[in-house]
């Protein structure tokens, strides 16, 4: 049972390349997430899927796409990557759709820098 | 709208002395609150919760917290810590107007637990 997955683990990319961050959970759950970390700033919601065949934006979906492919994997694509978007990204997933009060089970993280 | 704050952004302790670390919260209906400890390099993991019921939250590793309505504030407690308490914690709030369960978190504290 591995929990929360990511690939890759480190990245870095040019200003201007694209890349897909893989995730994927093994727990059967529903409701799957993709936070940003940056120092001084905690973690930020960037895309939430409640289901499977639903996304919805959170605080900070600019620059960035994702996809729920089915329901244990949740990707998030950047299309065309600046240095803004240098930070660590955190897959997490939860049991249940409506996810109010569910424990978060959280990825190992992407480290990701853009030149 | 949701926010939280951790009053403090490192707290350095000595081996076996008491810690609090400090969190407030805003929000105009219920609540539920969440500590999450961050190991370096490691994802994050969930300390405690309240979602309802007794103020007095317990969780692992001797850690709890208390809910207080009034202050509206979730301050994480351990009365002795350990080397190996030495990680980043990461207060979070969630309420039943939040579709797919998402978290607020605040900006973390930085333990530093010294022999």
């Known amino acids: 049972n591995a929990g929360v997955t990511q690939t890759p683990k480190f990245q870095v990319l040019k200003t201007g390349q694209s890349m897909t961050l893989q995730c994927a959970q093994d727990m059967n759950h529903n409701s799957m997430y993709w936070y940003r970390q940056d120092p001084g700033m905690g973690l930020r919601l960037i895309y939430y899927s409640a289901s499977e065949g639903t996304t919805d934006k959170g605080e900070v979906p600019n620059g960035y796409n994702v996809s729920r492919l089915n329901k244990r994997e949740f990707s998030l694509r950047l299309e065309s990557a600046a240095p803004s978007q240098t930070s660590v990204y955190f897959c997490?997933?939860?049991?249940?759709?409506?996810?109010?009060?569910?424990?978060?089970?959280f990825g190992p993280g992407t480290r990701l820098t853009v030149l | 709208a949701q926010s939280v704050t951790q009053l403090d952004s490192q707290v350095p302790v000595f081996e076996e002395a008491p810690v609090e670390l400090r969190c407030n919260y805003s929000s105009s209906v219920s609540v539920y609150l969440f500590w999450y400890v961050q190991y370096p390099n490691q994802g994050l993991q969930l300390l405690l919760k309240y979602l309802s019921g007794s103020t007095l939250v317990k969780g692992i590793n001797g850690f709890e917290a208390e809910f207080n309505k009034s202050q509206t504030s979730f301050h994480l407690r351990k009365p002795s810590v350990h080397i190996s308490d030495t990680a980043e914690y990461f207060c979070?709030?969630?309420?039943?107007?939040?579709?797919?369960?998402?978290?607020?978190f605040g900006q973390g504290t930085e333990l530093s637990v010294k022999p």
């Open positions: 997490a997933s939860s049991e249940y759709t409506s996810g109010v009060g569910d424990t978060q089970y």
């Open positions: 979070a709030v969630s309420d039943q107007n939040n579709q797919g369960g998402k978290l607020i």
